[in-house]
């Protein structure tokens, strides 16, 4: 699959409905509108419900027309694709268990999201939050499902001929050791469990028809551990941090799709040029 087909296939404009819940939020909406009218745009009760078809009753929200609703597992399967196709990388899959395996290298970087706490000389070094997650895919018999991506907290995504609810949220201890931390990471997934917990949150903030099995029957689950910056940093954004010959980078928590080629190009250039990141990230100093 090359670049253009990462556009075209994985990745629809459809816009995205932000709720809002409450009043302090529409204030803050509101605000958003008169500074981005390019991009934003202010939809009243009367839109929301016309729109939208059975949102909670009385809610308004904001709707930014740029949105993309984007498969994940495609995109980066199609982005894998495009960059074997340049010829300017040689693809090697390796199960690296410490630091140590990356010692004959050049340079290294270490880009694995939560699981990069596995390796066992980065455990407790890095200011990180484990987050465990599920999104569920419903069937949409009757063909009931929004007529675009909602958000408030939690998600409904029209794809395909269904939509995907999440997510689940469950924080790892802090007090947990680096084997509780394996295995909270090997978990399996619950579809049961993630259904109703998807469908209280979304039926109640987004579209009260979720409530119904019958409508939305659940179909297949996901789940996945992302990595978020602790909240006791200065800001919310990435955590690197240089370990001989390795540049770590990882805590880029929800926002990975947003800010990962960002982060990819600043960590190219500090490997380069022997130096740190030149975007404002959050470094942890020390080897």
């Not at 059975?54 to 609703?69: D, E, K, T, Y």
């Not at 980066?76 to 690296?96: G, H, Y």
């Not at 295995?183 to 997934?189: C, I, N, S």
Request: proline share 6%.
């Amino acid at each position: 699959m090359g670049c253009e087909e990462i556009r075209g296939s994985d990745a629809r404009w459809l816009g995205i409905l932000r709720m809002a819940t409450e009043k302090k939020v529409e204030e803050k909406f509101r605000k958003a509108v008169e500074n981005f009218p390019e991009d934003l745009e202010w939809w009243a009760r009367e839109k929301v419900a016309e729109v939208v078809r059975c949102p909670p009753p009385g809610r308004p929200g904001v709707f930014c027309r740029s949105g993309m609703a984007v498969d994940c597992p495609a995109y980066l399967t199609a982005l894998w694709e495009c960059c074997r196709a340049s010829n300017n990388v040689k693809w090697t899959i390796l199960e690296i268990k410490s630091l140590r395996e990356l010692s004959s290298f050049d340079a290294a970087v270490v880009s694995a999201g939560a699981y990069t706490l596995a390796l066992p000389e980065l455990w407790g070094m890095l200011p990180i939050r484990p987050v465990r997650g599920q999104a569920v895919a419903f069937a949409d018999p009757g063909g009931a499902r929004p007529a675009v991506p909602m958000i408030s907290g939690k998600y409904l995504v029209p794809i395909g001929t269904g939509v995907v609810g999440g997510g689940t949220v469950e924080h790892f201890a802090e007090e947990g050791s680096l084997e509780d931390f394996r295995e909270f990471a090997g978990r399996g997934k619950d579809l049961e469990v993630a259904a109703h917990a998807i469908r209280s949150e979304t039926s109640e903030k987004l579209y009260t028809e979720m409530a119904c099995e019958a409508t939305f029957p659940a179909e297949r689950a996901t789940v996945g551990v992302r990595a978020n910056p602790r909240r006791d940093l200065t800001a919310s954004a990435p955590v690197g941090r240089r370990v001989g010959n390795c540049w770590v980078i990882c805590g880029l928590g929800a926002r990975g799709l947003l800010h990962h080629a960002l982060v990819g190009s600043s960590t190219a250039r500090a490997v380069m040029s022997g130096t740190l990141w030149d975007i404002p990230i959050n470094v942890v100093t020390g080897e």
